[in-house]
């Protein structure tokens, strides 16, 4: 996903596609929503011999609290 998109796969429940998400057809998306992000450039295609470290959602990560017992 290139942006965050809002969508229904099922036309009922609302999910979140977050940007740099990897998505399957047909397993995570049908093939008519895969083609509406594609043709309105909110996702690319990868080739299925494209190999992904982590195919996961990666969100960054702030910083942990700092730790102020003593």
């Known amino acids: ?18 940007e740099g998400s990897v998505y399957s057809v047909p ?8 083609q509406i992000f594609l043709r309105e450039k909110w996702a690319k295609e990868i ?4 190999k992904t470290k982590n195919p996961a ?6 910083s942990a609290p700092e730790n102020k017992s003593a």
Do not use: C, F
């Open 27 to 34: 397993r995570d998306l049908t093939e008519e929503l895969a």
């Open 47 to 50: 080739q299925k011999n494209t």
């Open 1 to 18: 996903m290139l942006k965050e998109q809002h969508a229904a796969v099922d036309g009922i429940r609302v999910k979140i596609y977050p």
């Open 57 to 62: 959602v990666r969100k960054s990560l702030s």
